[in-house]
C-alpha cells in the first residue's frame, strides 16, 4: 500500500506550490524508509559491503538522502522553469497579437498628464498646471507630490512665441515638458530615489523621493534660458537640454558650500499655495553644481541617456543627432563622438538607444528611423567612449524606416525585447518589431520600410510619453490618467 501511495504522488506531474513539491520529495523519503522488509534486507547487504570497504554507514546514507534531495530539487526548479517559460511565450504571444488588458495605472484629477517616466513599479507624472506627481502604478496611488513645480508663460497656446510653437508644435501646452526617474533602489533609511523635472518656464529641478513623505523633497535646481526639453539620469548625473541648445551635466548633490549657503538662508516655514492668485510660494534650495556643458548651436528639442554605454543622444531643431560620451571630462573638448542629419527638412522629437548599437529616432513629420552605429566593421559601438581617437570611423547607418503615425512622434520605448513602442501626436501608440542583435560583425545591412504590427487606439493628440517592459506598456493621453496595457495576464485573469 505505501508504495502505491508513492506511485501515485508520483504520477502527478505539477504541484500547485513550493510546499507541495517539497512535500511529495519528504513522502517519498519516508515511503522509500517503510518499504518491504526484502528491500530493506537488500539495502542493508548493501551497505554491510559498503563497510567492509571501511566505509562510514552514516556517511554513506547521508549522501545517499543528499543526492536523493538535488534530484528533486532539480525536478522542482526543472518544472518552475518550464513553467515559467511557458508564461513567457504566452506573453509574447499576447504581444504579437496585442492582447492587452487595459487598466487605469492612475489618476490625476481635475489635472491633465503631460509627461511620464516610469522605473516600475513607480511613475513620475508632470501636470498640465505644473504639478510633480510620483505614484504606484500598481496601486494606482500617489506616494508624493510637488504642487506647482513648474508655471506656464501663456494663457492659451497661441500667445506662446512663435519659435516655441514651430518647434514644439501646438500639442506640448502643459508646464511640466520633462520629467526623469532613477531605479527604484532604495536610498538611505526612507529614500526610494530621485526624480527631476523641467519646465517651460527654464526651470530644472531635483527631488528625493522618501517613504515616509508625501511631500517630494527638492534638494536643488538650476535654470536654462529657455523651455527644458529633457532631463535624464546616467553614470551619476543630472542631464538637461533646453531650446537654448545647451546640453548641460549637473551632480545630483548640491555643493559643500551651496549647502551650507541654503542653511544658513533658509527659513523655518513651510511651503503654501495663495489661494487668491494660485502661486505657491517654495523655500529656497540650493543651486546644483553643473559638471559639464555642450553647446549644440540648435534648440535641442529632446535627450536619451544610456547607462550600460555611457553614451548620450540627443535630437535637435535642424533634424540632426548628436552622440556624446558621458565619460568625457570635457564638453569643450572631446565629448561629441558622431553628428548626422536624421530627418531632413523635419525635426528630431524623440530620440531613444536600443540593444545592437541602435538609435531610433522620431521626427515631427511622424517618420521614425532606425540607426545602427557601426565602426570598424562594427567591431561595437558600445566601447566607443574609450576609443575617441577612432571618432572619425563611426558612422550611422539607417537599417529601417518606420511609417505610420500621421504626426510629431513625441515618445519612443525600447524596453520590450525585440519590439519599439512609438507615441505620437495623432493620438495613436504604435508597436513595431524591432531587433538589431541579430545581424554579425562586418554584415551589410539594408534599410527596409516597415508598418506597424498594430496600433493601440483611443488616446488623445496630447499624447505626451510612452514606457515598455516585457510585459505591459504604460502611457499617458487619456487626459488626467496613466493608462497600463498588460499583456502578462488574459483579460479574464485581469478580471478575476
Known amino acids: 500500500m505505501a508504495r502505491g501511495r508513492t506511485i501515485a504522488r508520483d504520477g502527478n506531474a505539477e504541484f500547485a506550490n513550493d510546499s507541495g513539491g517539497y512535500e511529495r520529495y519528504m513522502g517519498d523519503a519516508t515511503e522509500a524508509s517503510e518499504s518491504d522488509v526484502d528491500g530493506r534486507e537488500g539495502e542493508e547487504t548493501t551497505r554491510a559491503s559498503r563497510l567492509a570497504r571501511g566505509e562510514d554507514a552514516d556517511v554513506v546514507e547521508s549522501g545517499d538522502e543528499s543526492r536523493l534531495r538535488e534530484n528533486y530539487d532539480d525536478e522542482f526548479a526543472g518544472l518552475i522553469r518550464a513553467r515559467k517559460e511557458a508564461a513567457q511565450t504566452e506573453t509574447r504571444k499576447r504581444w504579437n497579437e496585442g492582447a492587452a488588458t487595459p487598466r487605469v495605472a492612475f489618476d490625476l484629477g481635475q489635472d491633465y498628464v503631460r509627461r511620464v517616466s516610469v522605473a516600475y513599479p513607480y511613475a513620475v507624472v508632470g501636470s498640465s498646471r505644473g504639478d510633480v506627481v510620483v ?86 535646481c538650476v535654470q536654462h534660458d529657455d523651455v527644458v526639453t529633457g532631463v535624464a539620469f546616467a553614470r551619476g548625473s543630472l542631464w538637461t537640454t533646453a531650446l537654448d541648445g545647451r546640453l548641460c551635466r549637473w551632480a545630483t548633490m548640491p555643493s559643500a558650500a551651496a549647502m551650507a549657503e541654503f542653511a544658513s538662508s533658509r527659513h523655518a516655514r513651510e511651503s503654501f499655495i495663495d489661494a487668491d492668485d494660485d502661486e505657491f510660494a517654495r523655500p529656497p534650495v540650493p543651486e546644483l553644481t553643473k559638471q559639464g556643458e555642450w553647446r549644440n ?83 561595437g559601438f558600445d566601447s566607443l567612449p574609450m576609443r575617441r581617437s577612432n571618432n572619425a570611423n563611426v558612422r550611422p547607418q539607417l537599417v529601417a524606416e518606420l511609417r505610420g503615425h500621421t504626426a510629431a512622434v513625441v515618445s519612443l520605448a525600447t524596453g520590450c525585447a525585440g519590439r519599439l513602442v512609438s507615441g505620437a501626436h495623432d493620438g495613436t501608440i504604435r508597436v513595431w518589431d524591432l531587433d538589431l542583435t541579430c545581424s554579425k560583425p562586418g554584415q551589410r545591412l539594408k534599410a527596409i520600410r516597415r508598418d506597424a504590427r498594430y496600433a493601440v487606439l483611443g488616446h488623445t493628440i496630447w499624447l505626451g510619453g510612452t514606457y515598455a517592459d516585457d510585459d505591459r506598456i504604460i502611457c499617458d493621453g487619456a487626459n488626467n490618467v496613466l493608462l497600463e496595457y498588460d499583456f502578462s495576464s488574459t483579460p479574464d485573469d485581469g478580471d478575476a
Not at 527604484?184 to 527631476?196: F, Q, Y
Open 135 to 220: 505614484c504606484d502604478v500598481i496601486s494606482a496611488s500617489a506616494l508624493a507630490v510637488s504642487p506647482v513645480a513648474h508655471k506656464k508663460s501663456w494663457k492659451d497656446a497661441d500667445s506662446r512665441p512663435l519659435g516655441e510653437r514651430v518647434l514644439l508644435g501646438a500639442h506640448d501646452g502643459g508646464a511640466v515638458t520633462a520629467v526623469a526617474m532613477t531605479k527604484t533602489e532604495k536610498i538611505g533609511k526612507h529614500g526610494l530615489g530621485l526624480v527631476s523635472s523641467g519646465g517651460r518656464d527654464g526651470i530644472v529641478r531635483l527631488y528625493e523621493v522618501c517613504s515616509n513623505s508625501a511631500a517630494l523633497h527638492e534638494i536643488g
Open 297 to 379: 548651436g540648435q534648440p535641442t528639442l529632446c535627450i536619451s541617456a544610456c547607462e550600460n554605454t555611457g553614451l548620450i543622444a540627443i535630437g535637435n531643431a535642424d533634424g540632426s543627432v548628436g552622440v556624446l560620451s558621458a565619460d568625457s571630462t570635457s564638453f569643450r573638448d572631446n565629448a561629441l563622438i558622431k553628428a548626422w542629419v536624421a530627418h531632413e527638412g523635419s525635426t528630431v522629437r524623440s530620440i531613444a538607444h536600443c540593444a545592437g548599437n541602435g538609435i531610433v529616432t522620431g521626427g515631427g513629420d511622424g517618420v521614425i528611423r532606425v540607426w545602427k552605429m557601426m565602426m570598424d566593421q562594427d567591431a
